[in-house]
């Protein structure tokens, strides 16, 4: 073939081309991902405590910059998984580390408590109340009285 018509071998900037832009879409989607995955906020479960058949003392961490309101998502379950309390908290522009103390309206003494996740931009993407059909969700925070 290469005596019939002349080709000899494809020349080297056609590989230095195609390695070019093979490293470029490369830097271009681990751009991407570290921006997509960049939480500016760390947020952990401290302690919980069940104060009482109607309440849960939940205590969580932020570390958020100082300027930024967080929205954090917390909820109360039993034993078989089913929400005792759900409850979204807005935390004011503040301290950059805060340990929160949320008093937690529940239905019945709850089994497990979650933080499901904060957020700066809006509500966390985190999973709606799940109480069974005809359960009214108790109003949040609990309050004596």
Not at 8 to 33: C, E, K, N, Q
Request: glycine share 8%; charged share 20%; net charge negative.
């Amino acid at each position: 073939m290469r005596e019939r018509y002349g080709l000899d071998r494809r020349p080297i900037g056609t590989w230095v081309a195609a390695g070019a832009l093979i490293l470029a879409f490369i830097g271009v989607l681990g751009v991407l991902s570290l921006q997509i995955n960049a939480n500016p906020i760390e947020f952990r479960l401290v302690a919980w405590s069940v104060a009482s058949p109607e309440r849960v003392d939940v205590t969580f961490s932020v570390n958020r910059p100082a300027d930024a309101e967080v929205i954090c998502v917390i909820r109360a379950q039993d034993e078989n998984r089913i929400d005792l309390g759900y409850a979204t908290v807005t935390l004011p522009p503040g301290s950059r580390d805060e340990l929160v103390e949320y008093p937690l309206r529940t239905l019945a003494p709850a089994f497990t408590v979650e933080l499901l996740g904060c957020s700066v931009d809006g509500p966390p993407g985190v999973v709606p109340p799940q109480f069974p059909p005809g359960v009214v969700m108790p109003d949040q925070p609990w309050a004596e009285g």
